[in-house]
């Protein structure tokens, strides 16, 4: 029996904190999977977001350095332009990115900073117990939308990453899913694309991931991942949002 | 004939989603009855059942607890 | 060494670009905007060097945050309210341990306050905006050429240290042209840190954070940062004496109010009086055992600031009941003459005999 699939190299020997079928989990091994893969270990250096994710640093074994709420586009930004040989990967989730860090994700993508962003978005705040984020959407319950999303009162979900794709600095943006095998497999592909984008110098690069957030959607696993692939997909449609690679990266 | 496979699934760290289960085409796989130290049911992989190494339950674990083997 | 006729603003940025800044980050606000625009047309073409204007002085540290865990010299300026923005980042360059250094040109407050100088940020500056228990080294240039030689130091206890320093200057200080010899030459090599964050090559991956499910961890960096404050403060603490020997009033100033001060100090020579000046140059450490040394001598002092006390209060803490402190103060930009410090001066002098001691 030869082996066909292992514990990828990059993901340190450790038992996730995140919830059983968090997406994040997938995510970091997709991530380290894919560094890996490529080649990038040495050069890479990895900011962490507030959040679930912020323990990103003790599961992807690359240089890796905490960041203020919101601030992982600037953080990266720094570093980038004082370093531009590092392969920075810009982690944050929805409240990081499109909620408190909007302003400096909206400018990092029109400056065009040549980062791999990945936005994991799972329409809730995880990691401080299930409140309200950027991307709930309408009628979803949360602990700061008991009564569910009302748009007269908190709006409609933010479609960030339609936004940043009418930048000119910003060059690839997909939205895919961890949700299915297909999703898991299109989304490594995504990463991998917006790392070679990086290391081409041609732009601005994200990933938009919908996550499943078992726990504080109050569902059960298998569940959650299901409500993905049917419910958030209508407000969040997956696919690629803006590339202006053309056939550069075609196999 | 299809491959024949067979998984090897971290009890240590398996935390019992069951999605492996979920997305299995063979139903190589079922919960155990045996507690683990976090808490959680893991996951076994049922002797003897039909599956080809496809690996993709080790793609969808979130813990990537699930290592395979295919001939 | 020539002197060159350069606006404070303009000096503050040839004198970082010569300590081998290498990254500035910085957003407009008067009455600073010399140093950004300086930065824009010196430091951006530079090769290997990075001027941004951020998105907002918030963006901006964390930006400097991001350059600093790269290894390099890094640094942003603003003035008040803009220094208030960037609290959360300094906190995080504390905790982080990331050397950088932080200009404020102050103007009055609160909120939008004025455009004009003054020294209200004292407290922001040496208490820590920030959450947590931290410090900051603060250095206050009080004339053209402290805006040169404090900025090439700022540069160098920030990496000796690994710690943010702050360079408290005012809109008075920025605006004024005085002559300035730049004692120091730009690096051929821009030096990067040995710690810098640039990818896990040939060793195994850091992190760089503070964070911890325990906080015992975070308690023991808290000790360790602070033993390391001890050693700054045992080391580094500066402060300029001037006509103190035989005084028998001492007024107490920085930045541009110890120029004012100066001024009226020795047109009160001119009467007769003896009144001396004593500046904190780093307000922290703050000079207390010099301070304490100079009330063995007279126990009057007058506390002279563009503010409603807040040096005050270290000189109090420093001197507790060795002597008489008294304060005067101007808040909101204005600043006062000279010749309004000597009136008030006098009328202390006089009311406390210090003419017949």
């Given amino acids: ?251 | 004939m299809a491959a024949k496979g067979y998984i090897e699934i971290d009890q240590v760290i398996c935390k019992g989603c069951e999605i492996c289960i979920a997305f299995c085409p063979k139903k190589s796989m079922s919960v155990s009855d045996k507690i683990n130290a976090a808490g959680y049911f893991p996951v076994v992989f049922n002797d003897g059942s039909e599956c080809t190494g496809c690996a993709i339950c080790a793609i969808v674990c979130p813990e990537a607890a699930i290592e395979v083997y295919r001939e | ?357």
């Fill in chain 1, 1 to 251: 029996m030869n082996k066909v699939y292992s514990r990828p190299a990059l993901l340190k020997r450790k038992a996730f904190h995140h919830c059983a079928g968090c997406g994040h989990s997938v995510i970091h091994r997709l991530v380290a999977e894919v560094i890996d893969e490529m080649g990038i270990k040495e050069k890479t250096v990895g900011i962490a977001p507030c959040g679930c994710s912020v323990f990103a640093y003790d599961y992807i074994d690359v240089d890796f350095a905490e960041s203020a709420h919101g601030r992982g586009a600037a953080v990266a930004t720094g570093l980038k332009r004082a370093y531009p040989e590092a392969i920075v990967l810009n982690y944050q989730g929805d409240g990081d990115l499109a909620a408190i860090g909007t302003a400096e994700t909206i400018h990092a993508a029109n400056r065009g900073e040549r980062l791999t962003t990945i936005f994991v978005n799972n329409a809730v705040y995880g990691m401080t117990g299930g409140q309200m984020a950027p991307t709930t959407l309408l009628g979803q319950t949360t602990t700061t939308t008991p009564f569910g999303r009302d748009p007269k009162i908190e709006g409609h979900p933010l479609k960030i990453s339609e936004m940043l794709a009418l930048l000119d600095g910003v060059v690839y943006i997909e939205r895919t899913a961890v949700t299915s095998p297909a999703g898991i497999r299109k989304t490594k592909k995504a990463i991998e694309k917006a790392f070679r984008i990086q290391m081409d110098d041609l732009g601005y690069a994200m990933v938009e991931i919908l996550s499943p957030c078992p726990v504080n959607w109050k569902m059960g696993v298998l569940e959650s991942w299901q409500w993905v692939d049917n419910e958030m997909v209508k407000a969040f449609p997956l696919g690629i949002l803006k590339d202006t690679t053309g056939d550069r990266y075609a196999h």
């Fill in chain 3, 1 to 357: 060494m020539n002197k060159v006729l350069m606006d404070g603003n303009s000096v503050i940025g040839e004198a970082a670009i010569r300590a081998g800044c290498q990254c500035y980050f910085g957003y407009p606000i008067t009455p600073q905007n010399e140093l950004t625009e300086y930065m824009a047309e010196n430091l951006g073409r530079k090769k290997g060097c990075t001027f941004i204007q951020a998105e907002s002085e918030i963006a901006a540290i964390n930006m400097v945050y991001g350059a600093s865990l790269a290894g390099v010299r890094t640094m942003t300026s603003s003035s008040s309210p803009g220094i208030s923005l960037k609290q959360e980042g300094i906190s995080y360059l504390a905790a982080c341990e990331l050397p950088s250094v932080i200009v404020n040109m102050s103007r009055g407050g609160p909120g939008l306050g004025s455009i004009c100088a003054s020294q209200s940020d004292y407290f922001q500056a040496t208490r820590g905006g920030g959450h947590g228990d931290y410090r900051t080294i603060v250095l206050a240039p009080s004339t053209g050429q402290e805006l040169a030689d404090l900025t090439q130091r700022a540069f160098d206890l920030a990496d000796k240290y690994r710690i943010p320093v702050l360079i408290l200057g005012d809109a008075m200080l920025g605006q004024m042209m005085e002559p300035v010899e730049f004692k120091h030459e730009a690096p051929e090599v821009p030096p990067v840190r040995p710690d810098a964050l640039r990818g896990a090559k040939g060793r195994p991956s850091k992190i760089v954070k503070i964070l911890s499910s325990n906080p015992r961890d975070v308690e023991e960096l808290n000790w360790s940062l602070y033993r390391r404050y001890q050693l700054i403060a045992e080391e580094e603490t500066s402060s300029d004496s001037f006509l103190v020997d035989d005084a028998e009033l001492v007024v107490v100033a920085f930045g541009i109010g110890a120029r004012v001060a100066r001024g009226a100090v020795k047109n009160a020579r001119g009467y007769g009086m003896k009144v001396g000046l004593f500046r904190p140059i780093t307000l922290w450490p703050f000079p207390s055992e010099s301070l304490q040394a100079l009330s063995e001598k007279t126990k009057n002092f007058m506390v002279f600031e563009l503010n409603m006390g807040q040096m005050l209060e270290d000189v109090r803490l420093a001197l507790g009941d060795k002597a008489d402190v008294f304060f005067y103060g101007r808040p909101g930009g204005v600043v006062s003459t000279p010749a309004e410090v000597l009136r008030v001066i006098a009328r202390h002098y006089y009311q406390r005999g210090c003419n017949r001691a």
